[in-house]
Nanobody, 123 residues
Framework: VQLQASGGGLVQAGGSLRLSCAAS????????MGWFRQAPGKEREFVAA????????NYADSVKGRFTISRDNAKNTVYLQMNGLKPEDTAVYYC?????????????????WGQGTLVTVSS
């Protein structure tokens, strides 16, 4: 499956962005989908994951209550709604797909990765 992330940009602290991840090649409904991010000079870290049906989600503590992951299997697309953005959310955000059922926070679990979209939050 090929993944294309979009929706990044520059936003002020407290603002919102919605990232999209469009899948092609295979139906996204077969995959647990995840979002990860990597800030400059830091390792890639888990943000959120969503189950095949969208009925279950998993979030990093740092984004709980601010970010919402969702999916539209009919559109083969996964979303990350980000509200209350903080400067520390600045990073390249990557979507990923895991041909499994566990909502893992471990990047090694995921089989496919998109190219990333840059989110910059100014203070």
């Amino acid at each position: 499956v090929q993944l294309q992330a979009s929706g990044g940009g520059l936003v002020q602290a407290g603002g919102s962005l919605r990232l999209s991840c469009a899948a092609s090649g295979r139906t996204v409904s077969r995959y647990v989908m995840g979002w990860f991010r990597q800030a400059p000079g830091k390792e890639r870290e888990f943000v959120a994951a969503i189950s095949l049906s969208g009925g279950s989600t998993n979030y990093a503590d740092s984004v709980k209550g601010r970010f919402t992951i969702s999916r539209d299997n009919a559109k083969n697309t996964v979303y990350l709604q980000m509200n209350g953005l903080k400067p520390e959310d600045t990073a390249v955000y990557y979507c990923s797909a895991d041909y499994g059922t566990t909502l893992s926070s471990w990047s090694g679990r995921y089989d496919y990765w998109g190219q990333g979209t840059l989110v910059t939050v100014s203070s």
